[in-house]
């Protein structure tokens, strides 16, 4: 159902990183077109 | 605890924490300087939503902040803690205090060194002699502090009144610009009051300070220089410490954590006998989430710039340190999740001493004020870490999976630190700890920071420092 779609993950300092949730992502055969950790405090 | 370690403890002889309510400087901050130049109606409505000095003194967080309320009896107060004021409040605590901005003003020019500010004549008399120490004032009648303004300065408002005007250095240097300027000097005087005030409480002569090490997160320098830094230097020299040496330690949030262990190397070290760690507040942080707090109907919160002074020195007996031979830091190779920070930052520093994370009576994490937080989306950050912590002790079999509430309200505790970056970052809790530790309601803490290193785009990294404080002679 998700494979080709396009997302774009933000991940937060205090809680998951950009990184992991995009790398979750391509796992489930997303395309992650941009990824950032930030910190939002 | 393993007996065979010696430990390498270093004195923790005091701690100062400052707020300078800045309500008018609110609208410099960079989020609303920016939403404000998009949407100029926000201004209006960011004005209406500022509190007075008095709501600022008796909002709980501050008090704490102060240490007139503890961080436990915080957490028995009824929330919305901005409606639900302290009665009797006072600006003045144990081991801090909260300044007007009408006093920030008079602070900056006295601090001035460049001709940047420019204060309006008849509201400056008006403040009389207490308001005149420091170098001599520049002083405009208000059609002069207005053509300044109309210049490009940056005008002070005292409420609807154009009290003052703030300068760029450089006409086309964007990092001698008035607002990057107005941010390091507000960090300079904010931390100066702040290691003043430490040392007047210690009754220590500024004089008998060897080192000052700044963790401001100011970018202090022109063009060619940006970022140089030593604001220790400016701020040491401001705070009378004629015979100290200084430097900067920047590490983002967890920027004071390291900078209290490089203070205490240097005395261990014999270099130097006592170090005072000092951060000034982060102006550019004012009303990052005004809009939120305008959504809901609040007032705008986060009004206020944050400071805090530490003085270390040789260990004494009966008296609260930390511990050296503690100190964890987040390496490179390190992964950043927050199971991953939890191991590095809390677990590897007590296996070195054969404890576990029960043997920790209070952790200090990242103590931000949720009733800032939670309305824009941003979460309960000390709850978030404070569960990470348990979660960490249950996979180890510390506790039972039904025992982390118990963990979390025992070794925790409930935010209350502005959203200023290195402030809330776990040194805010240092001043609690003393007394706590001090009065025997505790035999130690773990102080664990982190800092968001990918922020500045050279690295996507994340980064933390921690160590532990107990009393000398455990």
Redo the contacts between chains.
């Keep these: 159902m998700l494979s080709g779609k396009k997302v774009i993950a933000i991940g ?6 950009g ?2 949730i995009a790398e979750c992502l391509e796992g489930a055969g997303l395309e992650v077109v941009f990824q ?6 | 605890m393993n007996g065979s370690i010696r430990p390498t403890r270093i004195g923790i002889e005091g701690v100062f924490y400052s707020l300078a309510h800045a309500p008018d400087l609110v609208r410099f901050g960079s989020k609303p300087a920016r939403e404000i130049a998009a949407h100029p109606e926000l201004g209006a409505a960011l004005k209406s939503k500022l509190r007075s000095f008095s709501a600022a003194v008796a909002y709980a967080p501050h008090q704490v902040y102060i240490g007139n309320i503890t961080p436990k009896e915080l957490s028995g107060l009824p929330m919305p803690w901005y409606e639900k004021l302290i009665e009797g409040a006072t600006a003045q605590g144990p081991f801090g205090d909260l300044v007007d901005q009408e006093w920030l003003y008079s602070m900056l020019r006295a601090a001035d060194q460049f001709e940047l500010v420019t204060l309006e004549e008849a509201w400056f008399n008006d403040r009389g002699p207490a308001r005149r120490d420091g170098r001599k004032a520049r002083l405009q009648p208000l059609d002069g502090i207005q053509a300044l303004c109309d210049k490009g300065a940056l005008p002070l408002f005292s409420g609807a009144r154009l009290t003052g005007a703030f300068a760029a250095a450089h006409a086309e240097d964007a990092n001698l610009s008035a607002d990057v300027l107005l941010e390091n000097l507000a960090a300079k005087v904010t931390a100066a009051h702040a290691l003043r005030s430490v040392l007047a409480g210690l009754r220590t002569d500024p004089s008998d300070i060897d080192y000052v090490i700044s963790c401001s997160e100011e970018a202090v320098g022109d063009r060619y220089n940006r970022g140089g830094g030593n604001l220790a230097k400016a701020i040491a020299e401001e705070a009378g410490c004629e015979n100290a040496g200084g430097s900067d330690t920047k590490a ?2 967890a920027g004071p954590l390291y900078a209290m262990v490089h203070g205490a190397s240097l005395i261990q070290s014999g270099v130097c006998r006592k170090v005072a760690v000092v951060a000034g507040g982060s102006l550019a942080k004012l009303g990052m989430k005004f809009e939120s707090h305008l959504k809901n109907g609040m007032p705008v919160l986060e009004d206020v710039l944050g400071s805090f002074a530490v003085l270390l020195g040789p260990p004494k007996d009966g008296e609260p340190c930390m511990r050296l031979d503690s100190a964890a830091f987040h390496p490179v190779r390190a992964g ?3 199971q991953a920070m939890a191991e590095l930052l809390a677990e590897t520093p007590l296996a070195r001493f054969d404890m576990k994370l029960t043997d920790v009576d209070r952790y200090g994490v ?1 103590l ?1 004020n949720p009733e800032i ?1 939670v309305p ?4 309960d ?1 000390p709850l ?2 404070y569960r990470t912590l348990a979660a960490l002790a249950v996979m180890r079999g510390q506790i039972q999976k039904n025992q982390m509430a118990d963990f979390v309200k025992s070794r925790g505790m409930v935010g209350y630190a502005p ?1 200023q ?1 290195h402030i ?1 970052s776990a040194i805010v809790y240092l001043g609690h700890a003393l007394n706590a530790l001090r009065g025997g309601e505790i035999k130690n803490a773990l102080l664990i920071a ?1 800092g ?1 290193l ?2 500045g785009r050279m690295t ?1 990294l ?1 980064d933390g420092c921690s160590f532990l404080v107990e009393m000398n002679g455990n």
């Design positions: 937060e300092r205090d809680g998951v990183p990184a992991v950032a950790t930030e910190c939002f405090v | 983002f949030c950043a999740s927050p990242e931000h937080t824009s989306g941003s979460g950050v978030t870490n959203t970056g809330p982190k968001s990918f922020l996507q994340s």
